[in-house]
């Protein structure tokens, strides 16, 4: 079997770019070779930021969604928050802007020429359930899980499922960096567990990386990637390493802004000006660890720095004393308007 692909970089000539054939770039969402039925039911499992943006995403997107959250105040509050803005979106007449808008830098660059019409925002409404029960998951054509990141508790949540859920479905984790290959082996159906990850906020931003754990199934796949596509979004696909993707690069970056705090190197007014307006992005690390969560950015970086066994990964002092703290950012903020977000610290 050949392991590697054998193609030259244009930038360092002689360097193979990838140790692993991608056999991920061909599929159809027409059914063309697939085995899988289209996707038309998805359970989400938590109702935190992430989960709340996904069971909206698919709701507008005509899909039959059921919302779980093992918190009730979580599963009444994101029942509001997506309410609330399914009803915003239709009386501004925008299908993309959503309640996290505030966290963009010009809101206005993402929304989109379409309409959600009275009709379609109250059949949004309507496919949206909310649920405490997880047996409610029974007749589901995928479930995207999205609750905390800890190894230990999405193994044991997708045991669960994988007794719950019919015997074709899908179970995909919205994880930023834990294997899938090790979440797959909680259940009896490592074919069809899959990483699907999706960009805060799911409405919104318009990448999903999908993740094939080491026995993923190329059906199991090209029906995520057809699922993906119908919800607006372009993919990019990672192998099953720590953080894959996106964190692996993004969230160094986030913790060396931490250690350059941590050290004094500047201030953080200027450590995230010195970002925005030198790189070009659009806010600031510190800026984003504070939107994204400082505990999920702690927990990526454990795994990362687990996963791939070197110290560069090891999360900065700093950022751990905050999560210590429970300064977790603007998540904390929503939930006690006294608390300060990252912004405010010091
Ligand atoms: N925050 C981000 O920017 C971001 C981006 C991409 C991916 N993710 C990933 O998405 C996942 C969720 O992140 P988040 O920011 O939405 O977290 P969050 O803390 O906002 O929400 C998590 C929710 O899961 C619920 N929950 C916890 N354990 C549960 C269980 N066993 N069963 C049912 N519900 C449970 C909690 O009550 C909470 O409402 C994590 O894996 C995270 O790494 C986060």
New binding site residues.
């Given amino acids: 079997m050949t392991l590697f692909s054998g193609i030259k970089s244009e930038i360092l000539p002689g360097v193979k770019l990838s140790p692993i054939r991608h056999k991920n770039r061909q599929s159809s969402c027409d059914g063309g070779g697939g085995h899988m039925a289209e996707i038309r039911s998805v359970g989400v499992?938590?109702?935190?930021?992430?989960?709340s943006g996904i069971a909206q995403l698919a709701a507008v997107n005509g899909l039959e969604v059921w919302l779980?959250?093992?918190?009730p105040t979580?599963l009444s509050k994101a029942h509001q928050s997506i309410s609330s803005t399914i009803q915003s979106l239709v009386s501004k007449g925008r299908l993309t802007k959503v309640l996290f808008v505030p966290v963009l830098a010009d809101p206005l660059d993402f929304l989109t020429d379409n309409f959600l019409t009275k009709e379609k925002g109250a059949e949004a409404v309507r496919m949206l359930k909310y649920t405490s029960s997880l047996e409610d998951f029974g007749s589901v054509d995928i479930v995207i899980e999205?609750?905390?990141?800890s190894e230990e508790?999405k193994k044991?949540?997708f045991t669960l499922l994988d007794s719950i859920v019919k015997e074709s479905a899908i179970l995909a984790s919205?994880?930023?960096?834990i294997s899938i290959t090790r979440l797959a082996s909680a259940t009896s159906r490592p074919t069809q567990v899959i990483g699907m990850?999706?960009?805060?906020p799911p409405p919104i931003m318009k990448l999903v990386e999908i993740i094939r754990g080491a026995n993923t199934s190329e059906d199991t796949f090209n029906a995520t990637k057809c699922l993906a596509e119908r919800l607006g979004k372009k993919i990019v696909c990672s192998q099953d390493f720590s953080g894959f993707i996106i964190n692996r690069i993004l969230m160094p970056m986030i913790n060396e802004a931490f250690h350059a705090l941590y050290t004094g190197v500047a201030t953080k007014e200027d450590i995230d000006a010195g970002m925005k307006l030198g790189t070009n992005h659009p806010m600031g690390p510190l800026e984003l660890a504070d939107?994204?969560?400082l505990?999920?950015c702690l927990?990526?970086m454990k795994v990362l720095h687990a996963g791939l066994g070197d110290s560069k990964y090891a999360p900065c002092p700093l950022l751990v004393q905050y999560v210590d703290a429970g300064r977790l950012g603007r998540?904390k903020e929503l939930d006690d308007i006294e608390a300060m977000s990252f912004i405010s610290l010091n």
Avoid: R
């Fill in positions: 499992v938590g109702g935190g930021q992430m989960g779980h959250d093992s918190d979580a999205a609750i905390v990141e508790v044991k949540l919205n994880t930023s960096s990850h999706f960009m805060n939107h994204i969560g505990d999920v927990s990526i998540k």
